[in-house]
């Protein structure tokens, strides 16, 4: 499963980041690392982008860009 | 001894404080400008401290150190470039754990650091402890606990800076262990070793790290300083292909995997987090602000809160601006030679354009504090992501960003805007490509310069239908703009840089007065330093090409003719009243034109019963005789007066035909004429020509000289307003012509402030030309468009004009669907 299916409101583990590149190092820099936990808080009104919690904090990320991001439901 | 400069960089992630600490540290004495080829800011500050003077650096903020962003790259290239003798890495100590991933970085890069835990009032009053021993001990480090925003620890701070400096302080900061990518990482480091000096310049392993990250900008080092690039490169490429076959994972995943965990297995020992659970206060406020329904309701209130303060508000406090900048006018009036009676000396000609010019943009000055002001307390607050996060998916669409939206209301989303607050607020838009975009439209919206043209035009050509047509101009820019981003962003942009959506919702924070008021005033003071240099340079050859190469001889003799048959009416009129006649007698004539010009003047810019009877009493104490004629008392007074009222009105109408001659004939002039061949086809002549080229400098000069091109001729026409005028002279200018002269105006060039904050924006002449020259093509086209085409099918302005809203929402929706290329992808 990815990241852009989860329903707000439910738990996540993050399992693998499937890019490298700009978008992969990113998310990295961002705290997105296999093993952590991460709450989907929302979407945008116009449902993209999306508004995660992780580690005590948020951050937003577009649909397109969750896709690379493997998880499993908790 | 202690002395000469010694270098200290700040460096962190966004939102740990850092600009606090930076502005604690050198107060005053700081300096802004932009590194080198980038747009990202660069401030240095200076701070003296037992007689040592350091020179403080605020690098930009940033979560990490590769090369994907310039912010990134300026930060690293300045630490492993001007090898600071101090860095110290600012963190926010409320979530120091994120902190320590930048920190670890840092470290690696074998800079003498200093890790500043910032905020501790915060982390306090959120149950995080931190252990500052062991956290010291752990990394190796040596860490001051401060809270800047209160001036606690600066102190500490300033001792360890001094004390890392001159190295009473040596410690060795701890290496990570990568575990499973040690063995190649020490395979990279001796081949460098071997075979290149680059381990005297870089930290080697370092460099092998960031080598099998796969850096772009580090392999592009090797490839300059390694005889064998290119099968070195192969073969860590090799390298990083078998980590990754073994492991699982690609080193950069790994690497940043290893930081984390060593971040974690630190945090465990060294924070204590009482309540890490707690549902934070910024999470139920994104309920709201956030919300499905409530989120874009409150957005379109900060908005227009935002509009209504900085350019209604705005634009009321220059009312009581602009007498300070008039009275620097008058002051060069004064103080250039006084003009004769048709002869205006081109020093003082050029001398009050140069200062219009100016003026023009310094009247800016205040819509720009409040504005900045806002910003500043939206960036401050943490609301600006979340603008950004409601919008993205609408202009994302359209190759913007969701930070495009602050710059596109500013500019003009609806009639009113101003370009050059929207251009400057383009600032903090990420992603390279969108915000070349952003730059790029904005002049297109509709500021509030463009507006006599669309009044005059529609009170001339759409009387009957001014409601709709107003609708239209309002709402036609939106429809242009939206599909010219995305074309942009498809062609010329198609390759810039982008970014990653990615970005921190940080907490909701209550801004403080001084941190907000000094970073407008900071930018406002920055916007005047770097636009007068350039709008002086630019406003010279617009004068040039207005003014010259000027009348004939033979022409000047002709209006020499015409003031001298003005004159002699004068003298004609009141020789039945010698006490005047002998006053006004040779130059005093020329005097009083200049003394009567000057009370007429002053007596506009005065109000209320005293101040006038102030300035009576003034003028009249300079020359009573003068005054008498200004201010008639008796009946011959009176008589003189109006003789007198005459002559200055045919002054007047030789110096607006001498105007009028010598646009005509100067190479603007020219070059409007030698336009028509082309814009013949967009309905405009030369005089529409003309007026459109002089707007180049401000907008509102269209309409300025619309109105000298059309003066009025006779007298009988002296008393009709300007679009009894246009209507009278230009036969066959149909509504039609005038739909196409508007949609021109909309796709106008961007004035010269504009154009200005665009170079200041995209820190390149090249873009400022391009956002001069494409709308040119634009608005040509569309006006040919409209016109020819219209004509073509027989249709009225009106019937056009619906026809081509119809058009531009297609091509809108259309283009909304059009995939852009994502790069990171």
Known sequence: MTLDQIKPGSHCRIKKLSIG?????????????????????????????????????????????????????? | MKSGNILVALAGQPNCGKSTVFNAVTGASQHVANYPGVTVDKKTGWLR???????VVDLPGTYSLTSYSPEERVARDFILHEKPAVVVNVTDASNLKRSLYLSFQLMEMEIPLILELNMMDVAEKRGVEIDVKNLEQRLGVKAVPTSMKNGKGKAELLLAIEGVAFQNDKRQSVRIDYGALEPYIKDVEDQLFQDTTIGTQYPLRWFALKLLEGDEAVSGLVQERHSRAEEFLSYVETLRSKFEERHAAAPEVHIAQRRYQAAEDIARTSIINLDPDKRTLTDKVDGVVCHRFAGPVILVGVIWLLYYLAIVQGYNLTNYTWPLLAKLRSLAESLTPAPGFIEIPLLRAFSLWFIDSINALLNYVPIFFILFALISILEDSGYMPRMAFIMDRLFGRFGLHGQSTLPMVLGGIYVGGCAVPGVMSCKGIPDERSRLATILIIPLLNCLAKVPLYVLLINIYFAAHKAWAMFFISTISLLMVLPVSK??????????ETAPFVMEMPPYHLPSVRGVLGRAIERVWLFIRKITTIVA???VVIFVLLQFPGLSAERMA???????????KFYKKIVKFPEHHTVLQGGSLMEMVNYWEEYKSAKMM?????????????????????????????????????????????RNKLLREMKKERIDNSFLGKLGKSLTPVTRYAGFDWKVNVALLSALAAKESSVATLGALYQPDESGQEN???????????????PLHALALMLFMVLYPPCLATTIAVKVQTGSVKWMLFSMVYPMFLGLSVAVLVFSGGTALGLTGLQAMWAFYGLALAITIAMGFVKNKTQYV
């Open chain 2, 49 to 55: 401290y037992n007689g040592s003077r350091f020179e």
């Open chain 2, 606 to 650: 005065t109000q209320g019963e005293e101040a006038m009877a102030a300035l009576q009493g003034k003028f009249k104490s300079r020359n009573e005789d003068f005054f008498r004629i200004a201010q008639p008392q008796s009946k011959d007074d009176k008589k003189v007066n109006r003789e007198f009222k005459k002559l200055v009105k045919a």
């Open chain 2, 720 to 734: 009709q307003t300007l679009e009894q005028r246009m209507e009278g002279d230009s036969e066959g200018f149909t």
């Open chain 2, 537 to 539: 340079a630019v406003a």
């Open chain 2, 558 to 568: 002709y209006y020499e003719d015409g003031k001298d048959k003005a004159i002699a």
């Open chain 1, 21 to 74: 590149n700009k978008l992969g190092q990113r998310l990295m820099d961002m705290g997105v690392y296999s093993g952590i936990k991460v709450k989907v808080l929302r979407n945008a009104p116009l449902k993209d982008p999306m508004e995660l919690e992780l580690d005590g904090y948020c951050m937003s990320l577009r649909h397109d860009e969750a896709r690379f991001v493997e998880v499993e439901v908790l």
């Open chain 2, 487 to 496: 074309l942009l962003t498809l062609t010329v942009l198609k390759d810039k």
